[in-house]
């Protein structure tokens, strides 16, 4: 499993796929010079997610246990 996969893999077990909806699927996970990033279909702009793997998903389960749903769009 690659990491962009593993980093999909945490979104989906810390948001659930009732909350997650077909946007995980179309979420660009991708790494740059600052770090790994999400792109949401529905976001303007990318969110940052950490500089390492663990980063991450760390910030996947921070976003989440604040009650934070893709498929609903209400971060």
């Known amino acids: 499993m690659t ?12 948001i ?3 909350g997650c909806g077909v946007t995980c699927d179309d979420a660009d ?3 740059d010079e ?5 792109q949401l279909p529905t976001f303007m702009g990318p969110w940052r997610l ?6 991450a998903k760390a ?3 921070e976003l989440a ?6 498929s609903t769009g209400t971060y």
């Open 65 to 70: 246990s604040q009650g934070y749903g893709v």
């Open 34 to 38: 600052e770090g790994w990033k999400m």
């Open 3 to 14: 990491e962009r996969q593993e980093i999909r893999q945490a979104l989906l077990e810390a």
């Open 50 to 55: 950490g500089g390492t793997l663990d980063e």
């Open 59 to 61: 910030t996947i389960k």
């Open 29 to 31: 996970i991708f790494q």
């Open 16 to 18: 659930g796929e009732e």
